[in-house]
């Protein structure tokens, strides 16, 4: 069902925890499953220095948060930003359809936590 880097990521979570004050911070939840998605980001010269995050959900939602967060650390805004769905879901190697609300949740908690930074570079 899950493929080994899936379960690599659920069982081996990278970046977990929580950025003290972090440049931008992104929460997102999909009520149909209990899945809750919290992304903190440290910016610096518009580079994702540090990333970190906390999921309330399945093994699914911990491993796409997990992949989420090393694919865009070092990765300068746009590039993040650029970061899609089916990326988070490729990066491991698949999902199953079941579970592709999972790697929804990432992107979109990264992009919540990106729009949350530009809003406060704006004032």
Same mark, same amino acid.
């Given at each position: 069902?899950? +493929?080994?880097?899936?379960?690599? %990521?659920?069982? *081996? $979570?990278?970046?977990?925890?929580? /950025?003290?004050?972090?440049? =931008?911070?992104?929460?997102?939840? *999909?009520?149909?499953? =209990?899945? /809750?998605?919290?992304?903190? /980001? #440290?910016?610096?010269? *518009?580079?994702?220095?540090?990333?970190?995050?906390? +999921?309330?959900?399945?093994?699914?939602?911990?491993? +796409?948060?997990? /992949?989420?967060?090393?694919?865009?650390?070092?990765?300068?805004?746009? &590039?993040?930003? !650029?970061? +899609?769905?089916? !990326?988070?879901?490729?990066?491991?190697?698949?999902? $199953? $359809?079941?579970?592709? %609300?999972?790697?929804?949740?990432?992107? &979109?908690?990264? %992009?919540?936590?990106?729009?949350?930074?530009?809003?406060? #570079?704006?004032?």
């Amino acid at each position: 069902m899950y +493929t080994e880097k899936v379960m690599d %990521h659920f069982a *081996n $979570p990278r970046n977990v925890g929580e /950025i003290e004050k972090a440049s =931008g911070v992104g929460e997102v939840g *999909n009520a149909s499953c =209990g899945d /809750i998605m919290r992304i903190s /980001i #440290q910016v610096e010269d *518009n580079i994702i220095k540090d990333i970190k995050f906390k +999921t309330f959900g399945c093994g699914a939602a911990i491993a +796409t948060s997990s /992949i989420c967060t090393e694919l865009v650390k070092g990765k300068s805004i746009d &590039e993040a930003l !650029a970061l +899609t769905n089916q !990326a988070v879901a490729d990066a491991l190697g698949g999902l $199953p $359809p079941a579970k592709m %609300h999972c790697s929804n949740l990432a992107a &979109e908690a990264l %992009h919540e936590a990106i729009a949350d930074y530009k809003a406060k #570079q704006e004032g």
